[in-house]
């Protein structure tokens, strides 16, 4: 019998953390955070976490990501699990 494998839900505000370098302590312990679920495979997210990501890193911290490397961060979490299409039966 396997094991079902638990996946950590990330929030907006963890990915925030992570790439807002004038976020201190909350910076690096989310960057670590986020690496560790990367290797692991056992982070996953969801499409509004993304949005919500992409608009604050580009307009609400105190030094903002250009719209450009912002959108690559996107599309690199982007295949991060949780965002796959369900298989629907209609």
């Not at 690096?28 to 690496?35: G, M, S």
């Not at 056992?42 to 990501?65: H, M, N, W």
Request: aromatic share 8%.
């Amino acid at each position: 019998m396997r094991a079902e494998r638990v996946l950590q839900f990330v929030d907006s505000n963890v990915l925030i953390y992570a790439y807002d370098a004038t976020a201190g302590v909350k910076h690096e312990r989310a960057k670590a955070l986020i690496a560790r679920l990367w290797e692991t495979r056992d982070g996953c997210l969801s499409i509004q976490v993304l949005q919500e990501f992409y608009v604050t890193v580009t307009r609400k911290v105190a030094r903002p990501l250009a719209a450009d490397v912002a959108a690559e961060v996107v599309a690199d979490l982007a295949a991060w699990r949780g965002l796959q299409r369900p298989d629907l039966r209609l």
